[in-house]
């Protein structure tokens, strides 16, 4: 196989400085939902002019450029070793070209190894073999603020009345919203994840995220329940930075697992509205970023 350390190295500098076009067409239209000269709307501008800038100039939409987090789907054959050596050496390029802000951080000795490279787990990188030819590597840079107002529900929840059902689903994604307002950054995504155990379920709703914000639920009950929860949750007023306003998140993706007879968990990351993701594809000697 190729050496792709310098393709990983482009797809980081994409992911960092230059948000992906629904995403920022989604910031737009938050934008131009706020009423003129109001606190909302003129959070929305400042982030849009910056998320201008930072294209402009090749810079990090944010200083917090978050933990990498790679979900590569390849074909029979592919060394995985080798495609984990080359991401790092990308990460470790990528920091010190600045595209990166150092950000692994030994959890024991406190110190920040000030390439990104950690243990096996910073940078993230999940494989999964598919069938045919193409390599397809997606990343998020998932920042720290808006990481930290993740939330993981078990149903049922007594607290907020909210059993094993959509209604409480509902329930229980709106009390995440709530909780974290005036953090995390909003307006923001929320990825979702209903069942799975309680690791594969946080990995499932960061999963979720990768799907475009134009493109709809392929489950059309699902889809009709991130519009809900998307409307609903813009009307606690929270708004853009926590302003109040109309728009409070950008959009919901939720993914469907399967869960034992006895679980029944909710996951919810949350995205801030530096929701930093990139695709590429590589054919053969052909590699195209989206
Ligand atoms: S939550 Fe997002 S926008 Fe806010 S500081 Fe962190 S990475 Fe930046």
């Not at 190894?113 to 397809?136: C, K, R, V």
């Not at 519009?227 to 728009?247: C, H, Q, Y």
């Not at 469907?256 to 993701?277: E, K, N, Q, T």
Request: aromatic share 6%.
């Amino acid at each position: 196989m190729d050496d792709l350390t310098n393709a990983f190295l482009e797809l980081v500098r994409l992911a960092s400085t230059d948000l992906a076009p629904d995403v920022e067409q989604a910031l737009i239209d938050a934008r131009d939902r706020e009423m003129a000269g109001s606190a909302a709307r003129s959070a929305l501008d400042a982030v849009l002019q910056n998320v201008s800038l930072a294209r402009e100039q090749s810079t990090p939409v944010c200083q917090d450029t978050g933990t990498p987090i790679f979900y590569i789907q390849h074909p029979l054959g592919w060394s995985t070793k080798q495609l984990r050596e080359q991401i790092r050496s990308a990460v470790a390029e990528a920091t010190a070209l600045s595209y990166l802000r150092p950000n692994a951080v030994d959890s024991i000795s406190g110190v920040n190894s000030g390439d990104n490279l950690g243990d096996e787990a910073f940078p993230t990188i999940h494989f999964t073999e598919i069938e045919g030819e193409e390599l397809i590597v997606d990343l998020m840079l998932k920042g720290g603020g808006c990481e930290n107002v993740g939330a993981q529900y078990s149903l049922p929840d007594r607290r907020l009345a909210a059993g094993r059902d959509l209604e409480g689903v509902r329930k229980v994604v709106l009390d995440a919203v709530w909780q974290a307002q005036g953090k995390g950054c909003a307006p923001g995504v929320l990825g979702v994840a209903i069942g799975g155990d309680r690791g594969s379920s946080y990995y499932g709703s960061k999963e979720a995220l990768f799907r475009k914000m134009d493109e709809p639920n392929p489950d059309p009950n699902l889809d009709a329940f991130e519009e809900r929860v998307t409307e609903e949750a813009n009307r606690l007023g929270i708004g853009p930075m926590g302003f109040g306003g109309k728009t409070t998140v950008l959009g919901t993706e939720i993914k469907g697992m399967h869960r034992l007879p006895a679980s029944f968990f909710v996951s919810v990351s949350y995205m801030c509205w530096a929701h930093r993701r990139r695709r590429m594809v590589v054919r053969g000697s052909d590699i195209q970023y989206s």
